[in-house]
Nanobody, 118 residues
Framework: QVQLVESGGGLVQAGGSLRLSCAAS????????MGWFRQAPGKERELVAA????????SYADSVKGRFTISRDNAKNTVYLQMDSLKPEDTAVYYC???????????WGQGTQVTVSS
């Protein structure tokens, strides 16, 4: 059974930092793209950052480029999202996602709340 468990959310002041973690288990993710999405109240879920489990070339939404960094630790089966220079508009529930390459198979974590106060 595939599980994605997020952690690391919380309340932080504008300009602060948080690091989110996504622990993946239940299968081999070598042919998956790992992504972080977020959903703010009243808005659609949006892709924030993504990285292939094998290889590199991370991608970012324009709104977080230069502030957020996605990385992975293959030995720990964990994906991270380092968030710096946080802004109030970054406030949202952040979700971890694993999407199989060339397939519609996709898994989601339960989400973790990030709140940035001004």
């Amino acid at each position: 059974q595939v599980q994605l468990v997020e952690s690391g959310g919380g309340l932080v002041q504008a300009g602060g930092s948080l690091r989110l973690s996504c622990a993946a288990s239940g299968r081999t993710f070598s042919s998956y793209v790992m992504g972080w999405f977020r959903q703010a109240p009243g808005k659609e879920r949006e892709l924030v950052a993504a990285i292939r489990w094998s290889g590199n070339s991370p991608s970012y939404a324009d709104s977080v480029k230069g502030r957020f960094t996605i990385s992975r630790d293959n030995a720990k089966n964990t994906v991270y999202l380092q968030m710096d220079s946080l802004k109030p508009e970054d406030t949202a529930v952040y979700y971890c996602n694993a999407r199989a390459l060339f397939s519609t198979i996709s898994y989601w974590g339960q989400g973790t709340q990030v709140t940035v106060s001004s």
